[in-house]
């Protein structure tokens, strides 16, 4: 097992990798209150579920579940309610711990629920997604959607402690594989030259399931996460590198509705968006982008939007949270592996960024 550190003060927490850990006594250094609650989803639950409720029964701790219905269409203040209302059910009070076993929309709606419930009780990540494990389980942004906005009501809530046991990732469905690779190659992309190359030379047997190198990549990528994170925890600055394709990819999830595409395919295509303009910019080649869709194709991702109108996808652009005083910032890149967060861009090159980069319609 491989341990990193999230560097914040105070507030200080591991991230455990490994490999069946679900069965390691990590739990006990981490859950000092007597209730546990462990919230998840409706696919998950009947795989996982029963072996950390026993661990937890066997350190003599109260825990009860909440499962919600697995989608990210169900992230959202109506099902957000279900933990409150399972928490206050059981009685739980302020000196409670909940767990979050599940994906990034598990991840988020726990974390925020814990930001909340009795103004913040104990918070920790098992993250069962690849997504998860190298991204949304670290760094405590939490949140729900608003029909208006992904991921626009939510709180910074840090966990005790992230454990990434790569034995789940064996259930994981292909797709849902790919979307993380979305991230792992975000962070290629935006500050890790290097890792691009190993990416390149690693992609086959990444996408075979090859435990060790993924294992490795896991690893690599939190450890980008842990410092961008330590050194601006509430995204002032740096942090919003992280979201190198997501102004673009939250304007496709949604003009097409929560979970039509997943989060990581939506971004692939915002990367390659991110790519072209950063090109219309001069700053990197053609060549360049070529490169950056090949990676994505590699990964069995998307590198072509579904056909939206360029209106009603910058309107969805405008609510993005990286707007600052009525203008819209974006992640765009130097070069490979360099990203910046910036206003300069020319914005009818942002349109034929859009329009070039989606499927025909199909009428
Ligand atoms: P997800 O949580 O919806 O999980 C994907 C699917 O895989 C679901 O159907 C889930 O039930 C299933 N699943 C999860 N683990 C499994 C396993 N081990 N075996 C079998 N099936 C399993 O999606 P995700 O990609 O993990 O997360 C996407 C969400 O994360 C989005 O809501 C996004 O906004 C959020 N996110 C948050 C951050 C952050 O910093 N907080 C960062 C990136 C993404
Ligand atoms: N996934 C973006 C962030 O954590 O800041």
């Not at 390691?24 to 409706?42: F, G, K, P």
């Not at 098992?126 to 906005?149: E, F």
């Not at 997501?246 to 997943?262: P, R, S, V």
């Not at 090949?294 to 109108?309: G, Q, T």
Request: proline letters at 3%; a negative charge.
């Amino acid at each position: 097992m491989q341990t990193l550190y999230v560097e914040l003060g105070a507030r200080r927490y591991p991230i455990f990798i490994g490999n069946q850990l679900a069965s390691h006594e990590l739990l006990a250094d981490y859950i000092i209150s007597d209730q546990v609650m462990i919230v998840t989803n409706d696919t998950i639950a009947p795989i996982y579920l029963q072996q950390y409720q026993q661990q937890l029964q066997t350190l003599g701790k109260t825990v009860a579940s909440c499962i919600l219905p697995d989608g990210e269409k169900f992230k959202d203040l109506n099902h957000l309610n279900m933990i409150f209302d399972a928490l206050l059910t059981h009685r739980f009070n302020r000196d409670c711990t909940i767990i979050a076993l599940g994906g990034g929309v598990i991840g988020d709606m726990s974390g925020f629920a814990a930001a909340a419930f009795q103004r913040g009780v104990a918070f920790i990540q098992i993250p069962t997604t690849l997504l998860s494990q190298v991204d949304s389980s670290v760094g405590g942004k939490t949140a729900v959607n608003h029909p208006l906005g992904k991921n626009m009501i939510g709180a910074f809530k840090q966990p005790e402690a992230v454990i990434a046991d790569m034995a789940v990732l064996a259930t994981l469905p292909d797709r849902e594989f790919s979307a993380g690779m979305a991230e792992v190659i975000k962070y290629a992309l935006l500050g890790d030259a290097d890792f691009l190359v190993w990416l390149e030379q690693n992609m086959d047997a990444i996408m075979q399931r090859d435990a060790e190198l993924i294992a490795q990549l896991v690893l690599r990528c939190c450890a980008h996460k842990a410092a961008i994170v330590a050194r601006d925890e509430t995204e002032q600055g740096d942090r919003a590198l992280l979201n190198l394709g997501h102004t673009f990819g939250h304007a496709i999830e949604a003009h097409m509705g929560y979970g039509e595409w997943l989060h990581g395919e939506a971004i692939a295509v915002g990367m390659v968006m991110a790519a072209h303009l950063s090109q219309l910019n001069g700053w990197i080649s053609t060549a360049d982008i070529d490169r950056v869709r090949h990676i994505l194709k590699r990964a069995h991702l998307p590198v072509l939007s579904a056909a939206i109108p360029v209106d009603e996808f910058l309107a969805h652009m405008a609510h993005d949270k990286k707007v600052l005083q009525g203008q819209l910032r974006l992640i765009l890149l130097e070069k490979l592996g360099k990203a910046i967060v910036t206003k300069q861009f020319n914005p009818s090159d942002l349109e034929t960024v859009i329009s070039e980069n989606q499927a025909v319609a199909i009428i």
